[in-house]
């Protein structure tokens, strides 16, 4: 799937709009953050290889996302902020992405005053629905 948004290959999730950009914004900021790519092809396990799932597990208990390199308690809350914006990108449904306007602004703002989105994930097979 990469960095395509849902509904750029299912209208299930809606029109093609800015927002799909946004999406895609959102993985990058998370590869970033966490230092890994959102799939590796020598993982066999879905539930193993999804990037976002794994992120979003870190930020809801506290745990550090980066653990490769030495950061600053400013720099540990900063990656936690992009995390929760790029979480927020990510949202399956489009309508519950924000703008990118509104990304800038959570980016400028502070961790403080983000929510915790829901969990971005699209229920499967294999996993039970959030």
Known sequence: MGYIAPEL????FG????????YSFGLLV??????KRNSDPSIESRNQVYLPERIYEKVMTGEELVLTVEVTPEGKEKV???AIVALWCIQWNPRNRPSMTKVINMLL???QDLQMPP???VPSENRRAP
Do not use: A, H, T, W
């Open 9 to 12: 290959y299912s209208r299930n």
């Open 15 to 22: 029109g093609i709009s800015y927002k799909s950009d946004v």
């Open 30 to 35: 998370l590869e970033m953050v966490s230092r």
């Open 80 to 82: 936690r902020q992009l």
């Open 109 to 111: 703002g502070s961790l």
């Open 119 to 121: 969990k971005p994930f």
